[in-house]
């Protein structure tokens, strides 16, 4: 009697057809618990969050003399300024900054007198050349979302905010089952009919790049008993099983009757050439594919069907690099002496891949764990101009890329718990965030190079958040506003509130120490909006030019003991368990192009945000009010 395979169906419908039974049976993706140090490669499971601030310490960044900053004001090269030598302190690099100091001026700018005191021709500015507190990473952030791959720079980011275990995608055990009367283990002198047996080491170097853990069994004879009774074996012992050899019609093929006698046989035969025997099959959840013998057959059959499954195991796609062009959303500035590598957060928005250039510091480990490519500026070139095109080499796939909602404005750690709720509910869609301030945030809308802008912009005239500016820089329309939530701004203070500041006007106390948020962003300009309706001279509140980017900086500078006070959000002083003195409510939206209001990740973020699970998530972290998610305020 002839033999007659059970199915001949196309590849595709063979992978999808087989992916369902799979999924109907119950095979899902495990997870363990790993050492940071051992995580490399793997995959998270959940969000890992900082534990300590990295620097813990307020660290001085250059050789040099630490002192308090005013005590070098009014120095210049026409009137230089000496320091008793009780006025500083010697420091290297990476020394905590003495108590009571505020700034380090580098050794190569100070005189050296004979009596021990130094003279200076230049003042120092508050926080000069400190790494502070948290510069790196803050503890409370997110340092890596949900089913994230973790690099090397992930692993430093991960041990310097204190984490030092986490939970992983355990790696699927793949068993490897050689079959044949006439296979051998590999030796230098095989006998005449002796055919070595290697399949098993090619599928295992395959199987490690991709990220499983093969076990490879002892070589088993052509008897259908020893082929059950191993393929049992190995079912019960690994997560998914390859049966090579016998797959095909052959007296001595075995493997189609083993694996129905085991589990079930889901197909058998696939149109495809090589590799047209092909065996899919399954012990409950428990992948079983059985390859041809014939090297090129098998390596064909397991790239097609075997590592779709490792990817779902995953939830990923596969990657390769290559380099491309892209636009910048903000200059590039370079010194001519070196060839320099700038890291780039990237995202498509319309058909332009985007590139907004990462904090460039040598100890911001966090910004190339972060980075979706990199720029080479080369070396006697000053650097690159905002919306100018260049070449990127791209450290993550295109297809994430264009699967990336770029979000480019206000900073608040919503958009990161935002980012893992979009993860989780969709692996293929990415969010990445740049934090340049709400009028930074219009203007990259304006571009045409963000998806959405996070706003939060007073009208000081009525009251109205938002809608002026995006009148003013928006004439002819153009763009979505989006409900996000109502959050609590006030001043954070240190716990206990021990200088007992009752108003906002109290930052201008003699000895009180500010830090305050850039230039550009919504909360300066109500910080300075309230400086004029109290009547306060942000000339007599010090610190006041000490700038940081997110609201976690500035909470984490207060909690370090650096800073006093700092305008913020109460869910920033909730983390870092600080008081807090509330000044208003104010509106955080997002500003949304019209032209990609439609596109599928914008719809996925506006889903997100009217979930359940969004609304839990930000009603945990506290000083929110969420009135309508997602709902359009208006067009414009």
């Not at 035969?269 to 594919?289: D, N, Q, S, V």
């Not at 380099?323 to 332009?352: C, D, H, I």
Request: aromatic fraction near 8%.
């Amino acid at each position: 009697m002839s033999f007659a395979y059970l199915t001949n169906v196309p590849l595709e419908q063979a992978r999808s057809e087989y992916l369902w039974k799979l999924k109907e049976n119950g095979f899902s993706t495990q997870f363990e618990t790993v050492p940071v140090q051992k995580s490399y490669g793997r995959i998270t499971s959940r969000a890992v969050y900082a534990s300590i601030n990295a620097p813990h310490y307020a660290a001085s960044a250059m050789d040099g003399i630490a002192l308090t900053a005013r005590d070098s004001f009014g120095a210049t090269e026409t009137t230089p300024v000496t320091l008793r030598p009780d006025q500083f302190v010697a420091v290297d690099t990476g020394d905590p900054v003495p108590e009571g100091c505020d700034a380090v001026i580098m050794i190569e700018d100070i005189v050296k007198n004979d009596d021990g005191s130094v003279t200076i021709h230049a003042a120092a500015a508050p926080w000069q050349h400190i790494r502070q507190i948290g510069e790196d990473v803050c503890a409370g952030e997110m340092i890596l979302p949900s089913f994230t791959e973790i690099t090397p720079a992930a692993i430093g980011a991960m041990i310097a905010g204190g984490v030092l275990e986490l939970e992983v995608i355990r790696k699927p055990v793949v068993g490897i089952i050689p079959t044949g009367d006439e296979i051998v283990p590999p030796c230098a002198d095989p006998k005449p009919g002796d055919i070595l047996e290697f399949n098993s080491s090619i599928f295992s170097a395959m199987l490690t790049a991709w990220g499983a853990e093969p076990k490879t069994y002892p070589i088993v004879p052509d008897r259908f008993d020893a082929i059950r009774d191993m393929l049992i074996k190995a079912v019960e012992e690994c997560d998914m099983v390859i049966l090579n050899a016998g797959s095909s019609a052959g007296r001595d093929d075995y493997s189609a009757e083993a694996v129905r006698k085991v589990g079930e046989l889901v197909l058998h035969g696939i149109a495809i050439k090589p590799g047209k025997p092909a065996i899919l099959g399954c012990r409950w959840e428990k992948p079983i594919l059985g390859v041809p013998g014939y090297p090129v057959s098998g390596i064909i059959v397991i790239e097609e069907l075997l590592r779709p499954l490792i990817d779902v195991w995953y939830g990923r796609e596969s990657r390769t690099g290559s380099r491309t062009n892209a636009r910048l959303t903000r200059p590039v500035v370079s010194g001519l002496k070196y060839q320099e590598f700038v890291r780039l957060r990237m995202g498509y928005v319309g058909n332009s891949l985007m590139a907004s250039p990462l904090p460039r510091g040598s100890g911001v480990v966090s910004s190339f764990m972060k980075a979706d490519g990199m720029l080479e500026v080369p070396q006697g070139k000053e650097g690159y101009t905002a919306g100018e095109a260049v070449r990127v080499r791209l450290l993550k796939e295109r297809s994430q890329l264009k699967n990336t909602l770029v979000v480019i404005g206000s900073h608040d750690p919503l958009l990161d718990e935002l980012a893992d709720l979009i993860r989780r509910r969709d692996r293929r869609v990415f969010l990445s965030s740049s934090h340049v301030g709400s009028m930074g945030g219009i203007m990259a809308v304006r571009r045409g190079e963000a998806h959405a802008a996070g706003i939060h912009l007073l009208d000081t005239e009525t009251g109205e958040y938002n809608r002026r500016y995006i009148r003013k820089y928006f004439p002819h329309g153009g763009v979505y506003l989006v409900r996000c939530v109502g959050r609590q701004q006030g001043l954070m203070l240190q716990r206990g509130n021990p200088l007992g500041l009752t108003c906002f006007a109290d930052i201008a106390r003699d000895g009180l120490r500010y830090v305050n948020r850039q230039k550009g962003s919504g909360t300066r300009i109500l910080t300075d909006y309230l400086c004029q309706k109290e009547g306060v001279d942000p000339d007599r509140i010090y610190g006041y030019e000490r700038e940081e980017v997110t609201h976690n900086a500035v909470a984490v500078q207060i909690a370090g003991g650096s800073a006093d006070a700092g305008m913020g959000i109460y869910s920033a002083a909730k983390l870092y368990d600080l008081d807090f003195l509330p000044i208003c409510v104010e509106e955080y939206d997002l500003l949304i192009p019209e032209n990609v209001w439609t596109t599928g990740i914008v719809r996925e973020m506006i889903r997100t945000l009217e979930s359940r699970e969004f609304r839990d998530r930000i009603e945990a972290m506290g000083g929110y009010t969420l009135d309508r998610p997602g709902e359009i305020i208006d067009v414009f």
